[in-house]
């Protein structure tokens, strides 16, 4: 991501095929707006292929999506209590207000909303509301791309609950996929934070599908910067 998007200008998209092999290819993409590259991404396309070289890190043990309460529930549950601090009422308030086309449902809920720092680690389901079927599967890459960038950076912020946020924004965000999958079936996202710092936060995630199967590994690094203290008088 080289500049900020604007929703109101048409956005010219240039296709480069950088190389075309037998069974790999690379095709690089400039978004464009105003004349300047807003977006530069690359692409890279395998014909399916059979290898005996196969493994995968083993998903989380975690309740199943139906004994789990929806972010909604929960940001409803938290707006009752009457000692949630003002900031984080706010901020509940405005997730609240946003139309959000996917269901989420946080497998560990007490830590996301607490002023309390945490270990950079999230654990949710996630899927896209409503009906996509099984259509090209390309649709469904899509939409996961769409998912896997919702609250993936803040995971960097757990430990710093502390601070005052006030600038957010990716620098880079990078997929493979590994396995077919629906996005509108339930899948377990697993996002960590290994490192932050010098106003950068690194965030790596996978999707995993209900039964086991790693379907996608993501990676971003993002900007955050925070509001800085005043330094204290040493009179």
Known sequence: FSAPGDPKVPVLYEVERTRTGRSFSVRSVKAIQHGKPIFICQAS???AQESPVQHQFTMPTVPPPEEL???EELINTF???PNL???YRKQLNKIEAKDVPIDIKPVNPPGMFCS????PKLL???RARGYIGECDSKVHCCVAAYISDYAFLGTALLPHRQHDVKFMVSLDHSMWFHAPFRADHWMLYECESPWAGGCRGLV???LWRRDGVLAVTCAQEGVIR???KPEQSKL
């Open 79 to 81: 707006l009752q209590n």
């Open 116 to 119: 309390e720092a945490q270990e």
């Open 69 to 71: 309460l929806t972010q």
């Open 45 to 47: 396309f395998q014909l």
């Open 226 to 228: 925070v509001a800085q």
């Open 85 to 87: 601090a003002e900031r």
């Open 204 to 206: 790596q995630g996978r």
């Open 124 to 126: 949710f389901w996630v």
